[in-house]
Structures are given as C-alpha cells and as structure tokens.
C-alpha cells in the first residue's frame, strides 16, 4: 500500500503512479516503478496532481522547489496515459 501524495487515500503500488526526483534533480513520472531515485507517489489522474502542486506536497517530499513547468509536463504525461 502506497499514499497518494495528492488526495492522502491509500492505494495498492499497482493503482498509482511514482513521481521520482533522480540523482540529477529531474523531476519525472517513473512508469517503471524501478528508477534511481526519491520517489513518491499519486493516482492515475490529473485532479491529485492539482492537489500535490496547491498544496506544495511534491516540494515537501523531494526537498526542491518544483517548477510549474514540471508540473505542467506531469500533467500531459498523465492526461496522455488516461487516453
């Protein structure tokens, strides 16, 4: 079971997304699962992501100040996955 870092719910690994912070400080979905790297997790929809950046949770777990770039970019990475 992982936490959603957008909603809070938590979640079987499988139903979530990782969001990791890479040894060179890139910020980017982890569809593996396995990538080097802090990582922390949200649902499969853009609604916890706009959640995660409101409430500055992703800046909280990565220890980084996160660019609205970066959250613009996960977002297209996740409207793409839902289809």
């Known amino acids: 079971m992982r936490r959603c870092t957008g909603c809070g719910e938590n979640k079987p690994k499988p139903e979530l997304i990782r969001v990791v912070r890479t040894p060179e ?3 980017k979905l982890d569809l593996t699962g396995k990538m080097n790297g802090r990582g922390a997790y949200i649902c499969k929809n ?3 992501l706009k959640k995660a950046q409101k409430a500055k949770r992703f800046e909280r ?3 980084v100040k996160v660019p609205d770039a970066v959250y613009e970019a996960l977002g297209e990475e996740l409207t793409a996955l839902d289809g």
């Open 25 to 27: 400080g890139e910020i």
């Open 61 to 63: 777990a990565f220890n």
């Open 46 to 48: 853009a609604d916890c």
